[in-house]
C-alpha cells in the first residue's frame, strides 16, 4: 500500500517516490563499488530498452531472480546522474517478488 504503479517506460515522466513495477530481468550483478545487487529489468524480454536498474541493498530474505524471469519490484524511485550511467532506478528496493508468467 501507498506504492503508486509505473511502467518502466513511464520512469522518466514519473514524480513519483514510492513506486511498483514489473518487468523481466534482463542482467543481474553485484556492483563492487556500491555494495549492492543490480537487477536491469526491461518491459518486453526481447528488447533492451526501455529499461531500470534495481538495486537491493540488503539481500536479507530477496530470492535473487534468473535473467528471463518476471518480477514485481516495490521500493523508491530514483534517477542515477553519474557518469557513464543516466538510467533510472528503484533505489532501495523494499521488496521483490517473482512472478509467475
Do not use: M
Not at 2 to 29: H, L, M, W
Not at 36 to 50: G, M, T
Not at 85 to 95: A, C, F, I
Amino acid at each position: 500500500q501507498g506504492y503508486a504503479p509505473v511502467r518502466i517506460a513511464e520512469f522518466s515522466s514519473n514524480s513519483e517516490f514510492r513506486v511498483v513495477t514489473e518487468g523481466f530481468v534482463k542482467d543481474v550483478y553485484f556492483d563492487e563499488h556500491e555494495k549492492s545487487l543490480h537487477i536491469k529489468l526491461v518491459e518486453d524480454p526481447l528488447k533492451p530498452e526501455p529499461f531500470v536498474i534495481c538495486e537491493v541493498r540488503n539481500l536479507g530474505d530477496v530470492i535473487i531472480p534468473r535473467q528471463g524471469n518476471r518480477v514485481r519490484v516495490y521500493g523508491t524511485a530514483r534517477y542515477d546522474p553519474q557518469l557513464g550511467r543516466g538510467w533510472h532506478e528503484v533505489n532501495p528496493v523494499l521488496t521483490l517478488a517473482v512472478l509467475k508468467r
